[in-house]
């Protein structure tokens, strides 16, 4: 197997380091090791006409059939659903369901929480980052944010990436308390952000479809948050209401079908990031947690 290809990542849950199963591989070797894959990739799979074609046909009643597979082949729970299997009249109902509130406890304060299952980089100081996920391949906040006032206001702030894959939980919640604005799409197109391209092309990040919202926090401080769509998921949907307080851990949204990610930015000096998310960082290696989990405290 190509090098690039050995993805490993740190459970929190287990203690170990453990490959990551990326769904639909075949394909994706195809799409980014070859040229007719790469031609197929820019002509076709980033556009936002492919992601809703995809769409549709995840929300057509013949996807039903993928459910009951799709949870078997990768074990997922369903006794953290909200609803049974059974009940899903589409594979994108299944998709983005709902899990029961005892699914996901929240870490009790003072911390802030990871906002969504997935595998997660953090970095405390964005500034002194010799990578992401390789050594010296990094993008510009200015370029992310498309706005140079923020990037200077969060240059030397901590960085959180959380990445979701299609068998992970999809609705997107926030990592602290406090009062949301409405989020703004940045346009872009629709890459995928599987971890074989994310190693190809960091840049992603910043060229994708995404939006972009804050948090005002009592114990943080104004927290940026971002969506970033992806190939198969040009929709992020959003169930919050603008201006109005949130608890932490409050659902804020949902991505229909795909995998994705979410970034979360913290002012300069409002946050001391968990050590096994800096520690696994640092060799570039992610840390898979869930939703709730502890992402990071309040600087003592």
Known sequence: MNPSHSIEFFNRYTGRIEPESVYGLGFVRWTYDTMPGRLSLHALAKRALFSRWYGWRMDRPASRAKVLPFIRDFGLDPAEFSAPPESFRTFNEFFYRKLKPAARPIAPDPAAVFPADGRHLGFQDLSRTDGIFVKGAVFKLEELL?????????????????????????????????????????????????????????????????????????????????????????????????????????EKGFFKFGGSSTITIFEPGRIRLADDLVAHSREHRELYARMGDALGTPPR
């Open 146 to 250: 498309q706005s140079t006032e923020l990037a200077a206001r969060y240059r030397t702030g901590a960085l959180v990436i959380s990445r979701l894959c299609p068998v992970d939980y999809h609705r997107f919640h926030f990592p602290v308390a406090g009062v949301p604005d409405a989020a703004r799409i940045l346009p872009g197109p629709l890459f995928s952000v599987n971890p074989i391209a994310l190693r190809q092309n960091i840049h992603i990040f910043s060229q994708n479809k995404r939006a972009l919202s804050t948090v005002d926090s009592p114990a943080f401080g104004r927290v940026l948050l971002l969506e970033v769509g992806a190939t198969c998921v040009g929709s992020m949907e959003y169930t919050y209401a603008p201006g109005r307080p949130v608890a932490k851990g409050a």
